[in-house]
């Protein structure tokens, strides 16, 4: 159980380097759940049918949010399962819940969990019958079933219904939205600067104050994705909407950036601009950050970023000692980074981060990390907490990093603290 688990990458397979199995939970919750990301809905609420075991973490996430008057909950028991009677509960539960407040919620999330699919539950008659009830109010069905996610995420499904009372509309000519991150985008990204220099409104819904301006996203003319997680949701509202959907990876190889905007500026209308000067502010940010951090080896994980490969890659390019990278798979899109760096960085191990003898993984170099899981299984307080890119894209987003590394080199941080700490960059939570 505590022998090394890691692979070098020369002996790696793509996408799936590790065989799936029983399971470790490594104490790092930065990243953002379904009950964070739901929350993004102004002047919505969340109601939970589950059994009280699942409800636990629920609870705890929305009362470490400070957003316990926004959360309900309807517990489920082992009779529900036979006696005929799940829906009605369901029903019966919710409905006590909303007629209780004294203000109704412009929204509710209504959570349903593992066991009603297992048991077959009419979740649509559910919702139905409830809109019927309170037709003031709009119930968005959502799911806490983790036994399904070989065929969905929970998180990309959680994104996706985060946009579901969204009607199709009349668009309003040029308005773009940012569709499906949990943080604001950089506004300093080159990104931004492309839309906002061809005279697009820029909508976000972790902009939106109101419920209203939130329904308002519906008359964007052109969704723009760029987590991979939310690819689905704007797949979903060009489907449901007719609005076009461009998806746009967060990446890190310069010359992929630069066909992203070009895309981008096609879409647009507009001519590319001359993003030379860019570039060169990125190269002279990692060269700073490199005279800082010098030899010392650097980990990466896969929370921190969404293409770690691509990190790795693009750190090793500038001269950067990378020798971990923390991911249990990869995407598609990193097979190119892949295969580069199985050719040219025969150092590079690949660790696991939630097969069961990871628990028992041991570090004994001083390493930098770079997102909180490589910090936690490499047992060092220098590392970048950062979460899904942290907001950043393009070049200004490998500058930003490049100023987190140096920070991060520099500065020690309370790890054991830091990590446990649920949903980072999340508002609610400050």
Known sequence: MIKDNGINITKADFPAPFQSGLEYNPPTRGVWNIVHTGMLIPESRQIFVCAQGCLRGVILTAAEMNAMDRMSWVTVSEQDLYDGTMEQDVIDGVSDIIKRLDEKPKCVLLFLSCVHLFAGCDFKMIIDQLSEMFPQVHFIDCYMTPTMRKSISPDSLMRKQLYEPLEKCEKKPKTAAIIGCDRATDGSSELVRIINSAGFELLDITKCKTYEEYLAMAESSLNITY????????????????????????????????????????????????????????????????????????????????????????????????????????????????????????????????????????????????????????????????????????????????????????????????????????????
């Open 227 to 430: 987590i991979p997680a939310a690819k689905p949701a704007g797949e979903e509202l060009e489907r449901r909407l007719g609005t076009k959907h461009l998806y746009l990876p967060l990446c890190y190889g310069y010359d992929e950036i630069e066909s992203l905007y070009r895309r981008l500026c096609s879409e647009l209308g507009v001519q590319m601009p001359d993003l030379a000067a860019d570039r060169e502010s990125a190269d002279k940010a990692l060269a700073r950050a490199l005279e800082v951090v010098g030899d010392t080896p650097v980990a990466v994980d896969y929370t921190a970023v969404p293409r770690p490969l691509g990190l790795c890659r693009l750190l090793l390019e500038k001269g950067f000692n990378v020798k971990r990278c923390y991911a249990d798979s990869f995407s598609e899109e990193e097979r190119a980074d892949f295969e580069w760096l199985k050719e040219h960085c025969t150092e590079l191990d690949i660790f696991p981060t939630v097969n069961v003898k990871m628990e028992f993984s041991q570090c004994s170099e001083k390493y930098l990390a770079i997102g909180q899981k490589a910090a936690f299984f490499c047992q060092t307080d220098n590392f970048v907490d950062i979460v899904a890119g942290g907001g950043g894209y393009g070049f200004e987003g490998i500058k930003m990093l490049a100023e987190l590394i140096i920070d991060g080199a520099e500065n020690k941080k309370d790890r054991r603290k830091v990590i446990q700490h649920k949903g980072w960059g999340c508002e609610s939570c400050l």
